[in-house]
C-alpha cells in the first residue's frame, strides 16, 4: 500500500530505523517521468529506480541537508511491531559498539596483562548511547577486503537466486551459530581462557551472531527469498535466524558491514580493531569454503514462484 505525503514513518537510514515523514511520493504507475522531473526540484531522485516507488523523506530532528529520496524497502509504517523492531536494530548496534570499545581497551593494557593470560578483570564496555543525529564529518571510512573466491561466490549466490530462481535449502548445516562456534573454536585454542583477548573474541562473535540474527529479514534477503523466509519462521515456536540459516547468507551479511558500521559513533581507532577481526573472520570462512557453503541449490517449485 502506497503511503501518503505528511505521513509518519520509520526509516531505514544504513542498519537502524529513524522516524520520518514523508514529503513527497512518485508512484510511477501513477506518475510519468516528465511529471517527476518538473517537481524533482534539486534533490537528487534516484533515476536508475524510476520505474519504481519511492519516497523523499525528512528524517526527525535532523538537518533538511539528509532528506533523501529512498525506496519503498526502506520505508516502514508506523506501528507498534515496526517500533519494537527499531528498538531491536538499536540493541544490536550497540552490542557490536560494545564489541569494539572492549577491543580498544585490551589495545591500551599494560604488556604484562596482555602476555600473561592471568587477569581477571572485565574490558570496560562502552556505554555512549546511538546518537539519533548522525554527524556526517563524524562518519569513519570502513574497509573490508572480501576473498577472492568468496567474491566470486557472492555473484554465483545472487544469479541462482535472483536469476535461475533457486533457494538455499533450509534449515542449514551448519548453520551460521554452528560456524561461529566453529571460529570461536579454532581461534580461542591459541588463547589463554579468561584473558582479554578471549574475551574480545567472545565479544566479536556474539555480536556478528546477534547483527545476523536482526539483520536478515530486514537486509539480507533478496525479494525471491521472502516467501522462504515466511514459510520457515512458521516452523519455529522460537526462530533464531542464526540457527536456521548458513554461511551463504553470512556472507552477505559482511557487505553491508561497511556501511552499519559506519552508522555508529565508534572512533576510528575501534574500528581498526574490529576491522582486524572481521578479516580473520572472512579468512576462516575462505578456508572452509569447501565445508560451508553450499555448491548446489533447490529448484523453487512452481507453487512457490506463484507466491513469491
Known sequence: MTMNVGARCLAYHGPLLYEAKILRVHDPEVESTMELAKKQGNEDIMEEDIDKLQYFVHYKGWKSSWDEWVLESRVVEWSEESLRLQKELRQAALAAQNASKAALESKKRKPEEETNGSSTRKARRGTEPISDEIDRTSKVEVSLVIPDPLKRYLVDDWERVTKNHQLVSLPRKPSVSEILSQYKKSRGSKLGEGSSKMEILE?????????FDRALGNMLLYKFERQQYLEIRKKYAEFIASDVYGAEHLLRLFVSLPELIAQTNMDAQSVSVLSEHLHDVLAFLAQNQSSF????????????????
Open 293 to 308: 557453503f553450499l555448491t548446489e541449490y533447490e529448484n523453487a517449485s512452481p507453487s512457490y514462484e506463484s507466491l513469491a
Open 203 to 211: 565479544e566479536v562473535v556474539s555480536g556478528l551472531a546477534l547483527y
